[in-house]
């Protein structure tokens, strides 16, 4: 990622990331995403559906350049892993692994995510949120309530000055689905390989006018 690319979500709070599912882009998408935010971060805090947090931990070690910041991972559990993830079931994770029983139970994520979140504030850290992937959640849930969980999630990010990064999987584009999750955000990042576009999101603070 390039670092005028990287300078564009510098100020950004919650960011919409567009990047295929397949061949795990998303996961190197937000890896890369989190990596690059370490800078002015000091913890990082993924959310995996479906795949296991080892995963993640060794996308995130081999790309990060020097000491990784401290990673907690809640692990939301589906019927089915990725076959890229089965073999790291068994995997020791040297993180803090919150476990939520499905996607559906939205009520103890946030509750987990909110308290990682509150944690980190209490201590005066800035937090790197990812949650991954809206695409599979809501294999599991109405776009709507997804919807309103993650408007509050959104908020909370905002409330303690964190950012946070939402995988939607574009590889089959919904473009309505797309701008419903958009006003979310206040910056869209596409992915296209390694290369970024940036775009603003439709999300506006109270009192301003929404993009459409």
Same mark, same amino acid.
């Given at each position: 990622? $390039?670092?005028?690319?990287?300078?564009?979500? %510098?100020?950004?709070?919650?960011?919409?990331?567009?990047?295929?599912?397949?061949?795990? @882009?998303?996961? =190197? @998408?937000? /890896?890369? #995403?989190?990596?690059? @935010?370490?800078? %002015?971060?000091? %913890?990082?805090?993924?959310?995996?559906?479906?795949?296991?947090?080892?995963?993640?931990?060794?996308? #995130?070690?081999?790309?990060?350049?020097?000491?990784?910041?401290?990673?907690?991972?809640?692990?939301?559990? /589906?019927?089915?892993?990725? &076959?890229?993830?089965?073999?790291? =079931?068994?995997?020791?994770?040297?993180?803090?692994?919150?476990?939520?029983?499905?996607? !559906?139970?939205?009520?103890?994520?946030?509750? $987990?995510?909110?308290?990682? #979140?509150?944690?980190?504030? !209490? =201590?005066?850290?800035?937090? @790197?949120?990812?949650?991954?992937?809206?695409?599979?959640?809501?294999?599991?849930?109405?776009? +709507?309530?997804?919807?309103?969980?993650?408007?509050?999630?959104? !908020? %909370?990010?905002?409330?303690?000055?964190?950012?946070?990064?939402?995988?939607?999987?574009?590889?089959?584009?919904?473009? +309505?689905?797309?701008?419903?999750?958009?006003?979310?955000?206040?910056?869209?990042? &596409?992915?296209?390989?390694?290369?970024?576009?940036?775009? !603003?999101?439709?999300?506006?603070?109270?009192?301003?006018?929404? +993009?459409?």
């Amino acid at each position: 990622m $390039s670092d005028e690319s990287s300078g564009d979500l %510098r100020g950004a709070s919650n960011v919409l990331v567009l990047a295929p599912s397949v061949a795990d @882009a998303g996961i =190197d @998408a937000c /890896t890369n #995403l989190l990596v690059d @935010a370490t800078d %002015r971060v000091d %913890r990082l805090l993924v959310v995996t559906v479906g795949t296991h947090p080892s995963v993640w931990h060794d996308r #995130l070690t081999e790309r990060s350049a020097g000491p990784l910041a401290p990673v907690s991972y809640v692990d939301v559990k /589906t019927l089915v892993r990725s &076959t890229s993830t089965a073999a790291s =079931d068994g995997t020791d994770v040297p993180s803090p692994v919150a476990t939520v029983s499905s996607p !559906a139970d939205l009520l103890t994520l946030g509750k $987990s995510v909110n308290s990682l #979140l509150g944690d980190a504030a !209490a =201590d005066g850290d800035r937090v @790197a949120l990812c949650i991954h992937s809206i695409s599979e959640m809501l294999q599991f849930v109405d776009r +709507e309530f997804l919807f309103k969980f993650l408007h509050a999630v959104s !908020a %909370r990010v905002r409330s303690v000055d964190g950012v946070a990064f939402y995988h939607l999987d574009n590889d089959a584009p919904d473009e +309505e689905l797309q701008i419903m999750f958009a006003h979310l955000c206040d910056t869209v990042a &596409t992915f296209e390989g390694e290369q970024m576009d940036v775009s !603003a999101g439709y999300y506006a603070p109270a009192g301003e006018q929404s +993009e459409s």
